[in-house]
């Protein structure tokens, strides 16, 4: 989790390290629970298995359930930002891929506080509202997405208070586990699903297929 | 030594209230406007990126030399004005459609104009049409259009396609850049220059636009 942040060279090599590890002989296939991720997945070759993928720019197709549900509301919102329940339960990001992050090689990761000790008052300010609150200076809404397997509304309030503390507007839309169950199904169908062949490499088509192999 | 005086080293180490006083100081001494910024500014920024390609400096620095170069050119652009001094080209940026991620982005202008381009800055989400509108208006030289996202670099071509359609692919030049964008994605949709950073994004427009 929280691949992304690495960029894309270290997201390859962690994915492909897992993928050269897995199980080959008792398994048929090699299921992606990723997205194209800013071209992480670019380049990675599959070995001895397929590698099956969902058609994605990044996770929040498979949250919403389809590239085309996801496209329609990204062109309709271009300024939100996206909270699921997964992530607000579960993001942590790991030690040992805190270091690689690209906002920790480019100077970008630090706290406000952090910023005003090393650059300054009106310097580090600057910094902070540019590289660090600033990143997200023209988004405006957050979506929660709801994926229907909460205990409680405990998550939706983070969301939404979140979305308060930031000034933004505030929605809450159904989730969507299809594209993950069929995934699971093996329900591959081309429109969603690259199978990419042993010996094959993933290739991002810059289209609406996103994905290729060659 | 040009690299000791005030201005260039209050560019240079990103301290925007020294270079705005240095400015005015120099002014009222009665330097030209110009040769401020032709012999400290731009020398500065060059410094500058020469030390961001060696490893010296990142993102934090470029931005805070950018903003101290800024704060003296609010001071320096109208009176540059007056004096119909020409810049070496005319660019326009944005980020694409839908993106609304500008960091790269201001980076990148900061560093064209101290580099001697003039700048238009059309924001984020910038529609193909308001790239022609602009261009035409402020008769540019060069549209620069950046993408921070795998979404959004795909409609980077159409604003190529609306140049091509208004016939305005040979006097305008277009490059591109950001996260997600590759040497191979910029010739596949038809872009004329690609840079992977603010830094070499003002030498491929100097190429581009065939300037020394």
Not at chain 2, 50 to 69: D, I, V, Y
Not at chain 2, 112 to 125: A, I, Y
Not at chain 2, 148 to 169: P, R, V, W
Request: proline residues 4%; glycine residues 10%; charged residues 20%.
């Amino acid at each position: 989790m929280g691949l992304h942040e690495v960029g894309c060279i270290h997201m390859r090599e962690n994915l492909q390290s897992a993928i050269d590890r897995a199980d080959t002989e008792n398994f048929d296939a090699i299921l992606m629970g990723y997205g194209l991720c800013n071209n992480g997945l670019v380049g990675l070759h599959a070995r001895f298995s397929p590698l099956i993928v969902p058609r994605a720019h990044d996770c929040i197709t498979l949250l919403l359930g389809s590239k085309e549900r996801y496209l329609e509301y990204f062109n309709n919102h271009p300024g939100v930002y996206f909270r699921s329940t997964g992530w607000l339960e579960n993001y942590t990001n790991p030690e040992n891929l805190s270091q690689l992050s690209f906002a920790q090689q480019n100077g970008m990761h630090m706290s406000k506080e952090q910023f005003i000790e090393k650059y300054g008052e009106d310097n580090g300010l600057y910094l902070w509202e540019t590289l660090g609150a600033g990143q997200l200076s023209h988004y405006d809404k957050l979506t929660f997405i709801e994926m229907g397997v909460e205990p409680d509304n405990k998550l939706e309030k983070r969301a939404e208070c979140e979305a308060n503390n930031r000034g933004w507007r505030y929605e809450k839309i159904a989730g969507d586990l299809s594209l993950i169950q069929r995934m699971l199904d093996g329900e591959w169908n081309k429109v969603h699903f690259l199978v990419v062949p042993p010996g094959k490499v993933i290739e991002s088509t810059h289209d609406e297929r996103i994905i290729a192999s060659s | 030594m040009i690299n000791n005086t005030p201005l260039y080293q209050a560019v240079l180490t990103g301290d925007a209230t020294a270079a705005r006083s240095n400015t005015e100081q120099e002014l009222a001494k009665g330097a030209d406007p110009l040769s401020l910024v032709t012999g400290q500014m731009t020398p500065a920024m060059a410094e500058v990126g020469r030390r961001f390609e060696s490893g010296e400096f990142f993102m934090p620095e470029l931005l805070l030399a950018a903003r101290a170069m800024k704060a003296s050119m609010e001071i320096l652009r109208p009176l540059l004005a007056d004096c119909n001094h020409k810049p070496i080209g005319r660019v326009v940026i944005g980020t694409a459609k839908g993106d609304l991620h500008d960091v790269g982005k201001n980076l990148v202008g900061a560093m064209m104009e101290g580099g001697g381009f003039e700048v238009t800055d059309l924001g984020v989400d910038v529609s193909p049409e308001a790239f022609i509108n602009a261009a035409q208006e402020k008769q540019a030289d060069l549209i620069s259009i950046s993408a921070l996202l795998t979404t959004t670099m795909m409609g980077m071509k159409n604003t190529i396609m609306a140049l091509e359609k208004a016939g305005l692919s040979e006097p305008v030049k277009v490059m591109v850049g950001g996260a997600p964008i590759t040497p191979q994605f910029a010739e596949k949709i038809g872009a004329d220059g690609y840079a992977s950073n603010a830094v070499e994004a003002v030498k491929v427009a100097k190429q581009l636009l065939k300037i020394a």
